[in-house]
């Protein structure tokens, strides 16, 4: 599938859920590193 | 996932940040660690907003078979009975990588069911990504 023209701006402003429920803005993934995130269907 | 799971190392040795993003509820992490050997960052996206933003497939148009919609249709009720599976299963899933600086060097999205990049894949498009910020 071709990439789309993503917004990395609005990437990184949505928020992932941890283990315990708590927000964890995307962004925060690459701040500080180059970041590889795999996308997975579902959990099982 | 196991093959993500057994060389989760080959991406701290890059020294970068490796983690998943499901869809399903946090509470079958435990669950899915414990199925899959994964240890690393573990999220979930239940909005599907980063899922939908990066242009990953969902439902039948993102099937490119009729045997997809099959075993997706088949993986949904046995997921359902069993009560096993968390997240949409018609959601489909990819990967991309990311440098500091916000630039996706690399992206990938399932075109079907099982469709993934390996982990050669990936750790060669961290190569090239960290090959050009040098």
Request: without cysteine.
């Amino acid at each position: 599938m071709q990439k789309p023209n993503i917004s990395i701006e609005s990437l990184g402003a949505l928020s992932v859920l941890n283990g315990h429920g708590e927000s964890l803005q995307l962004a925060s993934l690459w701040k500080s590193q180059t970041a590889v995130l795999v996308f997975v269907r579902h959990f099982g | 996932m196991a093959e993500l799971a057994e060389q989760k190392h080959r991406f701290k040795e890059k020294n970068t940040q490796l983690a998943v993003i499901g869809s399903g509820d946090p509470a079958y992490f435990k669950e899915f660690r414990e199925k899959t050997g994964y240890d690393g960052l573990l999220f979930s996206d239940p909005s599907l907003a980063a899922f939908s933003l990066l242009g990953f497939a969902r439902g039948i148009t993102g099937m490119m078979s009729i045997r997809s919609v099959f075993n997706a249709v088949s993986a949904f009720r046995q997921g359902h009975r069993q009560g096993s599976v968390q997240g949409s299963t018609l959601q489909l899933g990819g990967a991309i990588v990311i440098n500091v600086s916000g630039a996706v060097r690399y992206y990938f999205a399932s075109a079907k069911a099982g469709d993934h990049p390996t982990v050669d894949e990936l750790i060669r498009a961290l190569d090239r990504s960290l090959r050009r910020t040098e």
